[in-house]
């Protein structure tokens, strides 16, 4: 089943949002539909996924191929007991693992493309560092979390400022052209849309640039844990201050209600998508999933 984004990469700004649970839930479903599936825990510095899986301490991790006692990342692939689905445990040995070199990161991600699978889904560790980022933008198609909570609304437009800024750095000749703008233009204060309007005083062909560098740039609003409706109408006004301060076209994939039977099943073990299928957040999980494989089909 061939799509046209292979890699997906999902991500949060703060703790707490429910970011593993869902991820795990959107794996099982993919498999569930026919799609080879590889679920890699990038969280190179407190690996957990494995344990949504009822999982012990993995036998192998990533680390065996960042560390190169593998030279292939199939090789640390584990079975779920799921059909479809394997596992990319991360780091098992967190010291110094979160801060790993550019050029490993790459050849991660040049592995995983390789793969034998139709999709990989990247559950990106927690934060705004560069790392986290640069998985991000590595991935073909990417969504961020947030919760209703004033703290992870903020915490979802900062790691998605830092995103923004990370993948204008990464035009050709940037970093030289940079040098010569006011230093408060890239103090990180400053929204997208006022840059670029800024930006158009100074080098109108920079601007252009950024524009097309952002052109095809949309991630994915997943907004979790909703217990009324003004928490429902967060997506779509997540969507249009994005539009409005990003200038972004982002979708808005959906809501997962709160519901106890997520925090059961992960006392239990298991992604809530298997333990408790029929409940309302693995409906909208589901839902979420099937608005992703949506896009992964249409072409960039």
């Not at 960042?66 to 199939?74: A, K, S, Y």
């Not at 790691?159 to 750095?169: A, E, G, K, N, S």
Request: aromatic share 6%; glycine share 6%.
């Amino acid at each position: 089943m061939l799509l046209d984004r292979k890699i997906w990469a999902i991500a949060s700004g703060k703790g707490g949002t429910g970011k593993t649970v869902i991820s795990a839930s959107m794996a099982v479903h993919l498999a569930d539909l026919g799609f080879r599936t590889v679920l890699v825990d990038v969280d190179l510095g407190c690996a957990n996924l494995h344990t949504c899986f009822g999982m012990e301490r993995p036998s192998a991790s990533i680390t065996d191929f960042i560390e190169r006692r593998t030279d292939h990342i199939e090789e640390v692939a584990l079975e779920t007991g799921i059909p479809n689905l394997k596992l990319i445990s991360g780091a098992l040995d967190p010291v110094d693992a979160a801060m790993i070199r550019y050029q490993q990161k790459r050849r991660i991600i040049r592995q995983l493309n390789t793969m034998e699978a139709d999709l990989v889904i990247l559950d990106i560790a927690t934060g705004a560092n560069l790392t986290q980022v640069e998985l991000f933008l590595a991935a073909d198609l990417g969504a961020l979390i947030t919760t209703p909570e004033p703290m992870s609304v903020e915490n979802f437009y900062r790691l998605l400022h830092m995103i923004y800024f990370h993948r204008v750095r990464e035009i050709p000749g940037w970093k030289k052209f940079e040098k010569t703008l006011p230093e408060n233009l890239l103090d990180g204060t400053t929204c997208p849309a006022k840059f670029l309007a800024d930006l158009d005083k100074v080098g109108r062909d920079w601007k252009e640039k950024v524009e097309k560098r952002m052109e095809n740039f949309a991630p994915g609003i997943i907004v979790n844990k909703v217990h009324a409706q003004e928490d429902r109408e967060l997506g779509p006004d997540i969507k249009l201050a994005c539009k409005r301060f990003f200038n972004l076209d982002m979708a808005y994939l959906g809501s997962v209600e709160h519901d106890d039977c997520v925090w059961q099943a992960v006392k239990h073990r298991k992604p809530v998508l298997l333990d408790y299928a029929h409940s309302r957040p693995s409906r909208s999980i589901r839902q979420i999933t099937e608005a992703m494989l949506s896009i992964s089909r249409r072409r960039s």
